[in-house]
């Protein structure tokens, strides 16, 4: 049992809200190559990216696994990104730290993915059961590629406008 759920029930949740995060995530990366904020979808992306790291330390393991060091890694990045987000609202060089680090948490959200697929997923398995063979290290590279372009390109391209401050502000500062 695991937070009073069956293992099996506790995968199943702990895949959803993965899955959440990768979608979200995508939308949020949508939003910095396109300008915009989204910031409904951001909170909630990194809400259930946070939630999928803290719930992968939950499972039952005799040591530590390269899942737990990914997972380190990305509530690390988070943390900054939280940071740059909400603590320094992505001003000057915030700007392009927390576009790396969600991105980056994104990567490493979808890199755990395609290692899970390898591994659950009879067919994909087949081409690469020890996760050592070509296909596996192909398809790992590509999405690695395809990262640092979403990152470089959404570096380049989300730009945010200057935070407004509300007409009310203005006339009582003013008096």
Known sequence: ????????????????????????????????????????????????????????????????????IVGIISLVVLSVALLARYGRHMERSWRWIYIVCAVLALYLNVFVAVVQSFMKIPAVHALAPTQKEPPFLVVQLVV????????????????????????????????
């Open 1 to 68: 049992m695991i937070l009073g759920m069956t293992t099996s029930t506790f995968t199943i949740v702990h895949v959803l809200i993965s899955l959440v995060g990768i979608a979200t995530g995508f939308v949020v990366v949508y939003g910095l190559l396109t300008g915009k904020r989204f910031d409904g979808w951001t909170a909630i992306f990194l809400v259930t990216t946070i939630l999928t790291n803290l719930t992968g330390f939950l499972f039952p393991v005799e040591h530590l696994l390269p899942s737990h």
């Open 144 to 175: 690695m590629a395809i990262f640092v372009g979403i990152g470089t390109f959404a570096v380049k391209k989300f730009r945010i406008e200057p935070v407004s401050v509300p007409a009310a502000w203005k006339s009582s500062k003013a008096s």
